[in-house]
Each structure stands twice: as structure tokens, then as C-alpha cells.
């Protein structure tokens, strides 16, 4: 669909699995706003929405991480806070539009609405429980007389945990980060109701893409297409280490 001509995806008869005349001019069309065939033009291009989706994800992303795993790492070695953990995980258990109206007039009052950094820390909260309960697991499963045998020969806590036990937890790690660049990456709600016009994430420009010639279904698969590629490629980086955290745990000592 995402190669194929306006008349190809809006012909009601003869339509195909595949493109009989490939084209680019999907992609031009997002792109440059205007493709050769079509009278019709965008206001808005690709550009401004990948950029943002781009910042917001990965910055959701990293306070998600980060905070996931320095607490769950507290939680499971120190026994700081025991209820941290079920505490964390109600932020799951209500339905989004449930709390999304105190949370717009929050997010309006301290000024973060249609900005990167107010985007960006409601992402980190809403996968942050995620981040905290997939990092637990994998710290659940190391071995504590490993970091009691670095403790003994002299390390701090901080260099038991960025020398020794982080490296352990590495394939965990680079799991917990592509789910939740992933769950980020695809968020429609959040954007749609906290973004206005200068950080609309692609999930919500590909919802604007109508004109007076109906839905553009065509340029729709195309700004699919694009959007697949981050997350593909995210996952081709850290692949060696996906299989081993995928299975992280699964066999107890």
C-alpha cells in the first residue's frame, strides 16, 4: 500500500496485493507535502513529528529506565520501601482517561502541555512500573554472594552495582529498553491529549492525514513504513543481547 499510486488504494475494482505502478510519491507526499498526481497539499510534513516523537520516546524512555532500575535494585538488595513495588504498579491498574484529566490540568498548570519535557516525563511515569517489575525479575535472579565477595574485597555499593551486578543484568537491560521505547514509541492517547500543534508525535499526525479526497490511505502505510524503522532498528542493535534477556530468569538456581 505504501508503494502504490492514489488510483491503486482508492479503486473500489481490480485491486492487488501488489503495487502495479510502484511509487515513491507517498513518501514525497509527507515529506515535501505535494506529490505529482495529487491537487491537494499537507500543511504539515513528516519532519516536525518524527522529531518529536523521536525526542519524546527516547526521553521517556531513559527516566523510565533509569528510575525502574535504581529502585527496583534498592527495593530487591536493601529492602528499602517493600510496597514500593505494588505502589509502583497501580499506575497500571487505572484506566488511562481515567486520570488523564487531573493529569492535563496539572501538566497546564506547571506548563508542560505541548512541550518535549512534559511529554516526555508523563511517558517516563506511565512506564516507569514496566521498567521497575521487568528490572526486579532480572535482579531477583543474581546471585547476592557475588556482590558480598566484591563487598568483602573492599567496593562500594555503587561500584558493586555499576561493575559488577549492571554488566550481569546487561541482556535484561537492553530488553526492558526496547519495550519501553516501544510502548513510547506507539502511545496515542498521551500525545493526543497533551500535544497541541508543536510536538505532535507521528501516532497523531498520522490521524490528521485526511483531505477533501477522503482518508489518504496510501501516505497512511507509507508513515507506517517510516514509523517501523526506529524500533527495527533499536532491536537489530541490542538483538544479541534480546534472546538471553527474553529468557533471564526463567530457570531458578
Known sequence: MAFKP??????GSGLTWLPQN?????FEYLFYGQTEGLVV??????GGPLWASLVTSTCGTIIAVV???LSSYAVVRFNILPSLALSVLQLRLFPPLAVMIPVMVMWAFIGGV???????????????????????????EVPIEIEEAARVAGSSYWRVFYRITLPIVKPGLATCVLFVFILNWSDYLLALLLTQKEW??????????????????GMKAALGFIAA??????GLLIQK???????????KQ
Open 6 to 11: 492514489f488510483d491503486e488504494w482508492t479503486t
Open 22 to 26: 510502484a511509487t515513491l510519491g507517498n
Open 41 to 46: 497539499t499537507l500543511d504539515r510534513t513528516i
Open 67 to 69: 528510575a525502574g532500575t
Open 114 to 140: 505541548d512541550t518535549w519535557w512534559g511529554l516526555s516525563l508523563i511517558y517516563g511515569i506511565v512506564t516507569l512500573p514496566f521498567a521497575f517489575w521487568l528490572m526486579k525479575t532480572f535482579f531477583d
Open 200 to 217: 505532535v508525535t507521528l501516532p497523531v499526525y498520522m490521524n490528521t492525514l485526511n483531505t477533501a479526497l477522503g482518508e489518504m490511505y
Open 229 to 234: 524503522i526506529p524500533p527495527i532498528f533499536l
Open 241 to 251: 543481547h534480546l534472546v538471553r534477556g527474553l529468557t533471564f530468569g526463567a530457570l
